[in-house]
């Protein structure tokens, strides 16, 4: 399966996380855009990698440009 891909990416605007009372082998993650809400499950090892991506990534942004 390939997915199409945009040139432009959605903004987050607000995101949430939680481990689900009776599946706490998965963690869900909800990102809210203008489009309305996505939600996105992950187990261990996937959040783990997520978050260390995310992580290393910041790190690495540029400060944002104050005018």
């Not at 996380?17 to 939600?39: K, S």
């Amino acid at each position: 399966m390939t997915a199409t891909r945009s040139t432009s990416a959605d903004f987050v605007t607000a995101f949430a996380t939680g481990w689900p009372e009776h599946q706490p082998h998965i963690m869900v993650l909800a990102l809210t855009t203008h489009r309305g809400v996505q939600d996105f499950a992950f187990n261990r090892e996937q959040a783990l990698l997520i978050a260390k991506t995310i992580k290393e990534t910041a790190a690495k942004l540029e400060k944002p440009k104050t005018s």
